[in-house]
């Protein structure tokens, strides 16, 4: 059981380069997350999805997009990367239920924009 | 709207002290609250929760109790240790999909 894995790990990119990160779970959760960690900014949502086939903005959606590509994957997609995109996503899920669930994270992917 | 107020860090302990890590939150309603802990390098993970008004949830000497006329969560243990080091997340979740974190508070253990 592997719960939520992301690729890459690492990743750098250059200013307006575009790129995928990929998000997967095994564990049947509806709802998956995709945040970003920025020092002194605690994490911040860009943008969820409650089931497959929805998604939503979270608090900092600009410049991503995102794909539930079926119940296991939801992708965030940068079209023009930025510097100020430089920050750590990511991603999570929650089985299905009330907002009394937690939340299971995986292990991020570390961005930076030159 | 809701929101979550933790204490800045870093805080910097010796050994075998007692920690506090202070959380006050904003909401509506009757949310949940939670303790994320994040060690070096990787992703978040839940040390505790609770669900409704005095409950305390407890994991690893680690306590918090859900005190809804103060609105806190404060973060206790009685005696750190080094591996403690970590960041430490306030979250709370309230009728919808989506968690509000903290900024997260920086823990060095000192041996």
């Known amino acids: 059981n592997a719960g939520v894995t992301q690729t890459p790990k690492f990743q750098v990119l250059k200013t307006g380069q575009s790129m995928t990160l990929q998000c997967a779970q095994d564990m049947n959760h509806n709802s998956m997350y995709w945040y970003r960690q920025d020092p002194g900014m605690g994490l911040r949502l860009i943008y969820y999805s409650a089931s497959e086939g929805t998604t939503d903005k979270g608090e900092v959606p600009n410049g991503y997009n995102v794909s539930r590509l079926n119940k296991r994957e939801f992708s965030l997609r940068l079209e023009s990367a930025a510097p100020s995109q430089t920050s750590v996503y990511f991603c999570?899920?929650?089985?299905?239920?009330?907002?009394?669930?937690?939340?299971?994270f995986g292990p991020g992917t570390r961005l930076t924009v030159l | 709207g809701n929101s979550v107020t933790q204490m800045e860090g870093p805080v910097t302990l010796s050994e075998e002290a007692f920690l506090t890590i202070n959380c006050t939150y904003t909401?509506?309603?009757?949310?949940?609250l939670f303790w994320y802990v994040q060690y070096p390098g990787e992703g978040l993970q839940l040390l505790l929760k609770?669900?409704?008004?005095?409950d305390k949830g407890s994991n690893k000497g680690f306590e918090a109790t859900y005190r809804k006329e103060t609105t806190s969560f404060h973060l206790e243990k009685g005696s750190v240790q080094v591996s403690d080091s970590a960041v430490y997340f306030c979250?709370?979740?309230?009728?919808?999909?989506?968690?509000?974190f903290g900024t997260g508070t920086r823990l060095k253990v000192l041996a």
């Open positions: 999570a899920s929650r089985p299905p239920g009330t907002h009394t669930d937690t939340q299971y």
């Open positions: 909401a509506t309603g009757y949310p949940s």
């Open positions: 609770a669900t409704k008004a005095d």
């Open positions: 979250a709370l979740s309230s009728g919808t999909y989506k968690y509000i």
